[in-house]
């Protein structure tokens, strides 16, 4: 049952009226003596897509929201959420991750520095929050649109997230039939085959939808130790959707997706050797990541005024992998790991409507089961010889409890004509369990590797003694408010003015590994929730109806308890802990403009001051006489790390005319982008050896489209320049002299040629 659309047939003697055209249609001839019979004519009045009001309701939203619907994504060459870098404003996204299944963010200064934590930059899957890092990239074949929440949420929705979200919307199945498949190859022999369906089983009650998608490539970096490609790809999805509408009231779906990832993670190079991209490691940095989740929608409208949804998820994946961080040929530091997470949440969410006042009201539990079993290849003394360095290899079992309960609202009331009030409450009740035993892998306590292919023997090695046993609980609460103004200024410019606060989850480390007391120290003590409060002054505009849009904010974070895994010189522990509070202020603008129908440019900007204010502990910095500064510690006054300090980007596309086309059948597209972020830290402690510097990325993209627009042609090329530039890094020193100093880098040029047919 397709509720968005409405038809009705009009009766006219003699007139035939034509929806589609642009004036009436011409008048119809008679034979002689032959009355003209009245005519019948349906005019179907059809809502506009789900995009469309999408994007109207952005725009009378107070609050700096990005949309990023299918066709943007599929004109800007966009096939995965790992390409949403300087996408929109204050976002920032890391052109590499751990793993190919991670997808990190920051946005306005606010994000999560490790993958295995709660991120503080949500994302939604059709409503369902993912709560870790990894297994957050989803590739794009079936995604509507993709939604950037830019400040606090959880005030209308289940989970909270302290620094905004990522909305992930799927196809929803109905009565239209669609088909899409598409093939694709480029350099790296990479290639891509995927299919989409949809339509109705029973029309107008039961509708289906099934998309299925892998992608591979082979690695474009070199092992040079184990002669073996890294960083390849061989990825696997499917998303199946049942949908049944019994009433014209009643809406049910029912979704399974699940993943399959067996690409290497991601492979580290080190700065200190000839080929920076060439990894010496003799730990390969395997992966086997598998994911399903099963998602239950049910929406039901009470008359005219209510909606009452439920949002049932059940979701878990398991991770196997070996990671190697240093890249050099003694894999110091590196880890063998596996994670098992199985996650439950339900969303009761209503929604009201009277006259002047919408209201949005709801419950929402959430219950996750995280284990983590490491196998680390702690180094305990780093020596200048690395062959001499000195290990103390263990092995821990870290089962993490994490339940979230909260009850939420936001009403938002029409003043005047003009004026429109909202305030919203979240109070959020969570409680943290943590059991973990570490046991040591070899015979000793310390284990001396004299010989890199040593370290094979501690990766087949089974537990042996316990170091110790560790078993913590602990509960916390919060109560979030907001507030905000807007004004319609003119029709199509509204100004507005929000002050909300965003809350992150309490818990306790997921890294305790030391066998001394300290270790199980670390593994008692729970870190607070962080707290963000984020004032905002903002405007939307469309100053040309359907042609142009300019968005822009203000806004100042205050960071309360920042979260931080670092050395804690009170207790002499490097572990996660509320280290300090701190703030970041900025400004962002985005602009949409079509000056004719043939030109599309879109343009973002940013600029982000983000700082450490206090830090809960004694600064510690280490000079040695090469005149080399450490810092050992964070500090007042310091950087918060992936802040970027400017990001932009300018993309635009052009439809060919006919004529410089030679009269050839179809449309032909030319578009391409560049973007820019500044440079940036990528730890707490705002040593130089891990600045990331200034970046300048630019892709192309040339398109055809058949004359009936059922095929496509397009081919895409990713950093035409080549720049390699690092994404991450890590720095290691003793006595001055560095010993590890490695990096993670973006892709290199990638051309990539897709064949698509749509039905």
């Known amino acids: 049952m397709s509720r968005p659309s409405l038809s009705f047939s009009l009766v006219l003697p003699g007139l035939a009226l034509g929806c589609a055209a642009p004036a009436l249609a011409a008048p119809v001839a008679h034979a002689p003596g032959v009355a003209a019979k009245a005519t019948t004519e349906t005019i179907s009045v059809v809502s506009r897509s789900r995009n469309a009001r999408r994007a109207e309701r952005i725009q009378h939203t107070a609050a700096s929201v990005s949309l990023l619907s299918a066709?943007?994504?599929?004109?800007?060459?966009?096939?995965?959420?790992?390409?949403?870098?300087?996408?929109?404003?204050n976002l920032y996204q890391p052109r590499a991750t751990v793993g190919y299944s991670n997808a990190n963010y920051f946005i306005r200064g606010i994000g999560e520095l490790d993958p295995q934590g709660?991120?503080?930059?949500?994302?939604?899957?059709?409503?369902?929050?993912?709560?870790?890092?990894?297994?957050?990239?989803?590739?794009?074949?079936d995604i509507d649109a993709i939604e950037i929440d830019r400040g606090p949420v959880g005030f209308t929705t289940g989970h909270q997230a302290e620094g905004g979200a990522v909305r992930i919307d799927t196809m929803l199945p109905d009565d239209r039939r669609r088909l899409i498949a598409q093939a694709g190859y480029g350099t790296?022999?990479?290639?891509?085959?995927?299919?989409?369906?949809?339509?109705?089983?029973?029309?107008?009650?039961?509708?289906?939808?099934?998309?299925?998608?892998?992608?591979a490539s082979d690695g474009f970096d070199r092992n040079v130790t184990l002669e073996r490609r890294v960083n390849d790809i061989d990825y696997t999805q499917a998303r199946g959707k049942l949908r049944?509408?019994?009433?014209e009231d009643l809406d049910i779906v029912l979704a399974f997706d699940g993943t399959a990832d067996g690409s290497t993670n991601r492979g580290y190079g080190s700065l200190l050797a000839?080929?920076?991209?060439?990894?010496a490691s003799s730990i390969y940095p395997k992966n086997n990541y598998s994911e399903a989740g099963f998602t239950g929608t049910v929406t039901n409208h009470f008359g005219a005024h209510w909606i009452l949804r439920s949002i049932s998820a059940v979701r878990g994946y398991d991770d196997r992998g070996a990671y190697d961080n240093t890249g050099d040929l003694y894999a110091r530091t590196s880890q063998l790991l596996y994670y098992r997470d199985r996650s439950y949440s339900q969303e009761l969410r209503a929604t009201g409507q009277w006259d002047r006042l919408t209201f949005v009201g709801?419950?929402?539990?959430?219950?996750?089961?995280?284990?983590?079993?490491?196998?680390a290849n702690n180094v305990s003394r780093y020596t200048v010889d690395p062959r001499q360095t000195v290990y103390m290899p263990v092995y821990a079992n870290i089962d993490q409890i994490n339940r979230n309960a909260a009850i939420f609202g936001q009403a938002r009331y029409r003043l005047t004509q003009r004026l429109t009030a909202t305030v919203g409450l979240r109070w959020n009740f969570e409680n943290h369990g943590n059991a973990e035993t570490l046991s040591y892998l070899a015979s000793t306590q310390t284990h001396t590797v004299a010989w890199p292919a040593a370290l094979g023997v501690l990766y087949n090695a089974s537990p042996a003694a316990v170091a110790w046993r560790a078993n913590a609980h602990g509960s916390w609460e919060q109560l979030l408010p907001k507030g905000s103004l807007e004004y319609q200024i003119t029709p199509r410019v509204l100004g507005y003015a929000t002050i909300s606060q965003g809350g992150k989850s309490a818990g306790y480390d997921y890294r305790a590994q030391t066998p001394i007391a300290s270790g199980r120290q670390q593994a008692l003590l729970p870190y607070a929730p962080e707290t963000v409060t984020t004032y905002e002054l903002g405007a939307k505009s469309e100053p040309l109806a359907g042609r142009l849009?300019?968005?822009?904010?203000?806004?100042?974070?205050?960071?309360?308890?920042?979260?931080?895994?670092?050395?804690?010189?009170?207790?002499?522990?490097?572990?996660?802990?509320?280290?300090?509070?701190?703030?970041s202020y900025g400004a962002e603008f985005e602009a949409h403009w079509h000056p004719v129908a043939a030109v599309s440019i879109d343009a973002t900007g940013s600029y982000l001051f983000a700082q450490l204010d206090s830090f809960a502990g004694v600064f510690s910095r280490t000079v040695y006489a090469s005149g080399l500064a450490i810092n050992n510690t964070p500090h007042a006054g310091e950087r918060l790390p992936y802040a970027p300090r400017f990001q932009g980007n300018l993309a635009a596309s052009y439809t060919l005319p006919q004529r410089w086309t030679r009269n050839l059948p179809g449309e032909f597209r030319i578009g391409g982008d560049v973007s820019y972020q500044s440079a940036l830290f990528t730890d707490a402690l705002d040593n130089t050896q891990t600045r990331l510097p200034d970046q300048t990325y630019f892709n192309a993209l040339l398109a055809w489209t058949s004359a009936d627009r059922h095929w496509d042609v397009s081919l895409s090329a990713r950093n035409l320049a080549d720049r390699r530039l690092p994404q991450t890094l890590s720095f290691v020193q003793a006595q001055g002299v560095p010993l590890i100093w490695a990096a993670s880098y973006a892709n290199p040029r990638t051309v990539f040629a897709t064949l698509r047919y749509r039905l």
């Not at 503080?120 to 709560?131: A, Q």
């Not at 000839?274 to 990894?279: S, V």
Request: glycine share 8%.
């Open 549 to 583: 849009t300019l968005n822009g904010a203000l806004f100042y974070n205050s960071f309360d308890a920042l979260q931080i895994t670092t050395l804690d010189p009170s207790t002499g522990l490097s572990h996660r802990y509320n280290a300090g509070d701190g703030h």
């Open 274 to 279: 000839a080929d920076r991209y060439a990894l």
């Open 188 to 215: 790296f022999n990479e290639w891509s085959t995927g299919v989409v369906v949809s339509g109705p089983l029973v029309r107008d009650r039961v509708y289906a939808s099934l998309a299925v998608s892998h992608h």
């Open 71 to 89: 066709a943007r994504l599929e004109a800007r060459a966009i096939v995965s959420t790992r390409q949403l870098a300087n996408l929109t404003p």
């Open 362 to 375: 709801g419950v929402y539990g959430f219950y996750e089961d995280w284990l983590t079993q490491r196998w």
């Open 118 to 141: 709660e991120p503080s930059v949500g994302t939604y899957i059709d409503g369902v929050y993912l709560p870790r890092t990894i297994g957050t990239m989803q590739e794009l074949l």
């Open 244 to 247: 049944f509408t019994p009433t």
